[in-house]
């Protein structure tokens, strides 16, 4: 490769790679809200620990879920459950946070068809192993400091995206927190890890086969 171009690639690589990190994110979110099952498997625990029945639960939580759909105008109110003003303020907050990245799993597609048509052109595949480097460098160091201390990401999260403390919910003021146990912040967490770390998978499989293919082809062009 051209070194005047080698830094060019490089930066081009890199965008690559956090554009499929967004992308993957938001796949991973997508999958953890809206496939509802991994939520439903849990139900019958979080009935046992907060004495609501397993019907008023789906009800409340799916009336939460359909609410954060960009498709929803309306407002927030849950069937059976009160919920204070500063609750309700907090998930208008969370509400554009999903927005933001179900508008990312659409838009992310588009600039990497763009970049990378000009990685092949340049006759140049590296980013197919440059973007898996940067996608995993993200979820591993989550990964290792949630299983440390999960609880302290969680509030340093909170902390860092929420410039207030509507976050800080009150069992009786918003009952529907109960049915959001820490674990399925948890659950959410891993499935979007696994969503990345399969994507990028997936990339560095298709950078050896285009590889191998590029080594067999190799012996006919120096003919």
């Excluded at 992308?23 to 809200?33: E, P, Q, V, Y």
């Excluded at 625990?45 to 498709?71: H, M, R």
């Excluded at 919920?83 to 208008?92: N, Q, V």
């Excluded at 068809?113 to 006759?123: H, S, T, V, Y």
Aim: hydrophobic share 50%.
């Amino acid at each position: 490769m051209n070194k005047r171009k080698a830094p060019v690639t490089s930066i081009i690589n890199f965008a690559i790679g956090i554009l499929f990190l967004l992308f993957f994110i938001s796949l991973g979110i997508t999958i953890a809200l809206y496939v509802r099952p991994f939520y439903y498997i849990g139900m019958e625990q979080i009935s046992e620990e907060t004495g609501y029945s397993v019907a008023e639960i789906k009800e409340n939580y799916d009336t939460l879920i359909d609410w954060c759909s960009p498709f929803e105008k309306g407002d927030l109110s849950f069937p059976t459950l009160p919920a204070s003003e500063s609750g309700i303020s907090h998930f208008k907050e969370v509400k554009v946070i999903f927005n933001l990245f179900f508008c990312f799993l659409f838009v992310t597609p588009l600039f990497l068809a763009g970049l990378i048509d000009i990685q092949e052109k340049r006759e140049t595949f590296s980013y197919l192993f440059t973007a898996p480097i940067v996608m995993c460098v993200l979820p591993l160091l989550v990964a290792i400091a949630s299983a440390i201390d999960f609880n302290r990401i969680f509030v340093l999260f909170h902390e860092i995206v929420f410039r207030n403390d509507d976050w800080l919910f009150s069992y009786d003021e918003d009952p529907i927190i109960q049915f959001l146990p820490e674990r399925f912040f948890m659950q959410c967490a891993l499935i979007i890890a696994v969503t990345v770390l399969l994507g990028a998978a997936v990339l560095l499989a298709l950078y050896f086969f285009r590889k191998k293919k590029e080594v067999k082809k190799q012996p006919q062009n120096m003919q």
